[in-house]
């Protein structure tokens, strides 16, 4: 009898030691699962940080060949201008805040706008519309953002001359065209980007706002595809480095712009 | 450890559940249910109707077995980040008996691809249909042929694509609130009463039987419905299109337009041909048309039309903090019901134009 219950002690023993140990197993898989888990989404956060969040998602469920395709797109540089004589007069804590509030400005006014910010290149940002998802309104999206950035620069000079700092100017020039859309650069660091002589132009095309004393300027190519009812005035054509004829450029009316520009005529259907 | 879209940004809910009891007890009488759910939309009766009738477990698939069904249901509510479907889903999954560890294990598994060829196969096109950039081909079909998928099958997946989608964009857009959705499945009564409530989930997924149009399907989308000749999908689809052109709320011109904005958006140059008719029959010849659709303005179009056209585009690919607010916007010009029916098209649409897209030809 003795022996039978010790026996059915030890059973009983047993089976209590086999399951706290498979308990014990469940709680460390549980816990790694957790934080593989957890890991996993920190990852994709981290990663949504450097492309747009949709890539990310094609990244980690394609792989990152996947990531590559011709596409029409317009592409939009801003810069500011005056950036090395704005350097020099404020310190760098100063002058890194003045140019984190450009930057937002302008991520804001694009994001709103359908638009994706692909790089910051100094005080330069390229910015491109449709070369994510297709779009065919991407034209309209790139001016209309053009606008905004104009008018939100208005309410940042307000802002940056009440501290006591110098307002700022910015250039943007816009083009449409083909290019190579993807996950662009070497086997150990890639970005995603877009590639071509539409990014070319468009940064030429921002280096001439300067020239003719405009902030924005759109091609020919953005003209055929605007919405009428924008308001353009055709710049003089201008020869440009790397490009056959030279370049009719148009600068658009709206906000600040508009009235400082005196009377606004239309070039519906001209060229 | 809960969804894993918790960390996703949602809005305030834009709707007023407002009980009916006449209009619930005529969609009981009509459907054969009226869930909770229902109230937010009761104002719209054809998209109460089509929510209903539209529901992927509603005895509409005949080839398809649930547990892919279910795979893709958290597929595309993940690429779609729509928490409210996604809690949903996964609260169903966990009351049918799957525990949170194997829950965790298959949301890993997804993200990670490790799948058994045939279900991998089913995930990439619900992703790649989901995402409509580029849209589907001819090609990803014959994957799914490859993988063993019969042609009734791959109608019946691009269906479910197609329309969780739907019921992505009925949920996002008004921001309906997930919470309670995202605790159900851990809390007490549901854990105690487990295989009660597993018996009633089981008892709500009806499989179909095979079905004809009760008159040939006219219209818009007409080729497509009759891709869909003897499943149940295809009588349910004609009667949720026939109800949306013949509800008043909304003008028929506007809802044209908005099916085409959504087409001509993804890139469907056969959506848009579908609706071209009706717009020439509003009374908007091809040039009118393409003037307003090339800008989503113009001067034929009113306020109202021009804020829905540009709402109708920016529900093709959306951030859901992002359409909430400008959902807001757009609720805060018109009538809940209007604003209902606007939920209904831009998500019918969507659905249709995905689906017209992935299903070119008889499959």
């Not at chain 1, 790139?142 to 700092?165: F, K, M």
């Not at chain 1, 924005?216 to 005035?233: A, H, K, N």
């Not at chain 2, 477990?57 to 597929?75: E, H, Q, S, Y």
Request: glycine residues 8%.
């Amino acid at each position: 009898m003795s022996f039978a219950y010790a026996l059915f002690l030890v059973v009983v023993a047993a089976a209590a030691g086999l399951f706290a140990w498979q308990q014990h197993r469940l709680r460390i898989l549980r816990a790694r699962i957790e934080a593989s888990t957890v890991e996993l989404q920190r990852l994709q956060q981290s990663c949504a940080l450097l492309a747009p969040a949709g890539v990310v998602e094609r990244l980690f469920s394609d792989g990152p060949e996947s990531i590559a395709e011709h596409k029409v797109f317009t592409a939009m540089f801003t810069d500011l201008v005056g950036y090395t004589a704005l350097s020099g007069r404020l310190d760098p804590k100063t002058l890194a805040g003045v140019l984190n509030g450009y930057f937002q400005l302008v991520s804001d006014s694009v994001v709103e706008h359908r638009g994706r910010v692909g790089t910051f290149l100094g005080d330069g940002i390229l910015i491109f519309f449709g070369a994510l998802e297709p779009n065919p309104w991407q034209c309209n999206d790139a001016v209309h953002a053009a606008l905004a950035i104009r008018d939100g620069l208005v309410r940042y000079n307000a802002e940056l001359e009440r501290t006591g700092l110098p307002r700022i100017a910015i250039g943007v020039g816009i083009h449409r065209g083909p290019g190579l859309a993807g996950l662009i650069g070497s086997r150990d660091r890639r970005e995603y980007t877009v590639v071509g002589p539409t990014l070319n132009l468009a940064a030429r095309v921002q280096a001439l706002t300067r020239e003719h004393d405009r902030d924005i300027l759109l091609t020919e190519s953005v003209r055929e595809q605007l919405d009428p009812r924008f308001e353009l005035i055709p710049m003089p054509a201008v020869p440009v480095k790397g490009i056959g004829e030279p370049v009719v450029t148009y600068t658009v009316l709206g906000g600040r712009e508009a009235k400082k520009a005196g009377p606004r005529f239309e070039v519906r259907g001209t060229s | 450890m809960a969804s894993p879209l918790l960390d996703v940004s949602w809005d305030q809910c834009l709707l007023e559940p407002v009980p009916d009891r006449q209009a619930e007890a005529a969609l009981r009488r009509e459907t054969g249910s009226a869930p909770g759910w229902i109230r937010y939309f009761l104002s719209c009766p054809w998209l109460s109707r089509a929510a209903i009738r539209l529901g992927i477990d509603n005895k509409l698939l005949v080839a398809l077995d649930f547990p892919t069904v279910d795979l893709i249901g958290l597929v595309v509510s993940q690429e779609n980040s729509c928490r409210y479907c996604y809690a949903i889903t996964r609260m169903a999954l966990r009351v049918l008996g799957m525990s949170e560890e194997r829950m965790q294990q298959l949301e890993q598994r997804l993200a990670s691809g490790e799948m058994e060829p045939k279900v991998a196969a089913a995930i990439r096109f619900a992703r790649r249909m989901t995402r409509a950039s580029p849209l589907v081909t001819p090609q990803d079909l014959e994957s799914l042929r490859a993988a063993g998928y019969s042609d009734a099958e791959i109608r019946e997946m691009a269906f479910c694509v197609a329309f969780i989608a739907f019921f992505n964009r009925i949920s996002t857009i008004p921001a309906l609130p997930p919470h309670s959705w995202e605790q159900l499945a851990d809390r007490w009564f549901i854990r105690l009463f487990r295989p009660l409530y597993a018996r009633m989930v089981r008892g709500w997924r009806k499989r179909g039987q095979p079905a004809s149009f009760a008159r040939p399907p006219e219209g818009p989308f007409a080729g497509l419905l009759l891709q869909f000749e003897g499943s149940p999908i295809g009588p349910v689809l004609a009667s949720a299109l026939d109800d949306l052109w013949a509800s008043p709320i909304l003008s028929r011109r506007a809802k044209a337009l908005m099916f085409a904005v959504i087409g001509r958006g993804l890139g469907c140059q056969s959506s848009g041909d579908e609706i071209a008719g009706v717009l020439e029959a509003e009374g908007l010849s091809p040039a009118d048309a393409e003037q307003i659709l090339a800008h989503l303005g113009g001067p034929r179009l009113g306020a109202d039309e021009t804020a829905l056209l540009a709402f109708a585009r920016d529900t093709i690919w959306y951030e859901p903090i992002q359409i909430q607010r400008r959902a807001r916007e757009l609720r805060e010009r018109l009538s809940a019901a209007q604003f209902v029916e606007a939920v209904g098209v831009v998500a019918l649409a969507n659905s249709l134009c995905r689906l017209r897209a992935a299903l070119p030809r008889r499959t």
